[in-house]
């Protein structure tokens, strides 16, 4: 139908992929469906400096360096 879809592969056999996206919905697709399957290589995790600020970035890294 035209759609792009991300997410990660929960699982897949030759008929169906099940796919969990970003949004946590879980998604089944018929395989004959799919024009085109690739992993991207781009992360779906954020950068860290867009989520934490630097005084927080700092306080984790030590806490970190803690645990070894």
Do not use: C, H, W
Not at 5 to 22: H, I, Y
């Amino acid at each position: 139908d035209g759609r792009s879809l991300a997410g990660t592969v929960l699982d897949r056999n030759p008929e169906q992929l099940v796919l969990v996206t970003p949004q946590a919905e879980t998604l089944t697709i018929d395989r004959r469906e799919i024009e085109e399957l690739f992993a991207s290589r781009v992360s779906a995790m954020p950068r860290v400096v867009d989520v934490l600020s630097p005084l927080k970035v700092r306080d984790l890294v030590a806490y970190l360096a803690t645990l070894r």
